[in-house]
């Protein structure tokens, strides 16, 4: 891990951190709990995002589309994955589950971008428009799901010329070979450095950048 | 496998069919021989495209950067597979590595699109415009490699708003956990119909259309 | 004007339909006022769009960012529109001027697609994608201002595959000269058609499509 | 003229600079050549690269679709520039014609993006791409025409995040009036600098960056 990391070009990108995703009694909480409980996928998302602070990276924050009445239903073909949160209205907007986790709220300075239809927190929004008036050109990206939108995310990232980083343990998915996936066969592939929430935090405090 | 294809709304993307990939002899067949071989890669692709031609679907041809002197050498951050290009000369301009197979040649009609630097075909190439002005909004892709090219070409093509197909062994991959997560666990959460090259020619001649 | 419409096919995209642009009292309407009133603008954009909602065309509305606190202020380099709105506070959320007309309201079924921080409806935002869910290929630009949104959002959309119709009288610019611009100078150089909103009526209403 | 230009974060865009365009028998050279002759053209093309060498900008080449047998013919609705492409075979493929000036060659280092099929050279393109792996936040852009390539081009790079300048003589079109378009009307609502040879020289050489 020698990359480092210089403060003016580099962004966190959060992806994702709801309350449906990251709580007891969010609808998707279930389904991530075993994997997020055992890397400790909160207290790394908290760890990182305050390291990412204090060595003054820009955080910026890529939430999915919170479901409103209406969404997908006269589309031609909406995805698998648009017909389930149809169905569930996950991040149901104006509902607390669709509101950040409160240990993962937004700063002064924050970017807080377009809400993303899929997966890719740059498809369809404003994400590479607002780090380019940032002058980012380094993203670390954590949040949820490792295979869907931290993967679809960071494979943009990559396509449109950002340098990307992995966190292993900053991230969850539905199952442990989800996440080997994400790791072990296709971050290898596409993302610059895949790292761990205790290799990146010596990274950013030893001032290695 | 109820879908059917409307062939003036349906094109077939045949990504980086090069010898590189395809053929005895080429600089990464051997990386992909065994996958290639247990799925019967080469006559699917054939059988695939052929049945297009049939039930005239447009071809599109969706090649990655042939390799030319100077390639990525100033660039701030190649990622890992550009390295390797970078080292091994994959898909080398004007060598026969660097040819489309013989039996998977462009004819009269068919779409040939910008070559693509990474793993997306859409990404930072014309493909999404050609597309459009044959009014395509359904796209089947095949090619190399399963977990790569297809995944973010696929990835893509969901997010601009096609209606995506895969098919499981018109693919191939360097590891059959690669097939396993391309087809079990990441392409169903993006991909709207995943299937064989036997259930999709039974589509595509069916008349189904 | 032989063009057609299949309703299928085409939506109407009504740009920045603010109070501040179209209304007395708006901050921006003193410097549209003389251009809007000659060619009748508020009149023509209810017509067309009544006339798109006979015809059954999807309407979609892209607005402009609707300004707010901490806008464009950490920004590199914000264009000059960016810096004027940052000071005038233009479409401010939450305030009258950032409000859609009273007659230019959305209706259930049009697409109200994300904001757009300069000029092209088009650029980071979700429009292109939410067009491709609905099978649009053919749109019809009209709002404000001539040779700035309108404009921006045409030459995207053309880039982008879509046919592009103009209408002379359902916009308006600060000066008759960007009219001219727009319509006489560059618009035929990217539009496939440039009409009127009487000829559009008329090709609408006459069941041409 | 305040603007500096750091070398590490500027690229020159020459976009066109086809014999067709600014050679004595190419095409569309005598639509052209009143303007590029009464602004000096060829000599601040020359001029303004020259400048960008010495001063260590990337050049960067973003060159229009040369045209080859059955582009555009089977396409749904090629623009009405399309089509004239079509009909004259302008920047023909292999010709004299579609080659860059004798004057307007790459040279070693300098980026040569992929050709692009209507105005703007980043859509359906590499260039934003190439740019980023050069760390590219500025773009200075030359070339032709004035109200179409250069404009959609310099419209795009505003709406991409990239600051913007246009060089008021280092450019051409087919009437005065579309220059006057292009530098006074349009151009100071999206572009961060207008300025022209002489002064965009005088900056880069004072060493003001």
């Given amino acids: 891990m020698t990359d480092t990391y210089d403060p003016t070009r580099t962004a966190v990108l959060l992806v994702d951190p709801y309350n449906d ?13 075993q994997v ?3 890397v400790g996928l909160l207290d790394n998302l908290r760890a990182v995002v305050a390291a990412g602070r204090r060595a003054e990276l820009r955080i ?12 997908y239903e006269d589309w031609d073909h909406p995805n698998p994955t648009q017909r389930l ?3 569930r ?8 589950g669709g509101e950040f986790h409160q240990d993962l709220q937004p700063a002064d300075g924050d970017v807080i971008v377009q809400e993303h239809w899929a997966q890719s927190g740059f498809a369809n929004t404003d994400l590479d428009f607002r780090l380019k008036q940032h002058g980012i050109t380094h993203v670390i990206v954590i949040g949820l799901l490792a295979n869907t939108c931290i993967e679809s995310t960071s494979r943009y990232a990559m396509e449109l010329g950002y340098h990307v980083t992995l966190v292993r343990d900053a991230t969850a998915a539905f199952m442990p070979e989800m996440m080997h996936a994400a790791h072990e066969l296709n971050g290898p592939t596409y993302a610059h450095t895949i790292t761990t929430t205790t290799e990146l935090l010596r990274t950013l405090e030893n001032g290695d950048h």
């Fill in 89 to 96: 209205h996950s991040f149901a907007r104006g509902t607390w």
């Fill in 21 to 33: 995703f990251l709580s007891e009694g969010g609808k998707i909480w279930p389904a991530v709990r």
């Fill in 60 to 71: 910026a924050f890529v939430p999915h589309r919170r479901w409103q009445e209406g969404d």
């Fill in 85 to 87: 949160v149809q169905e």
């Fill in 36 to 38: 997020a409980t055992d």
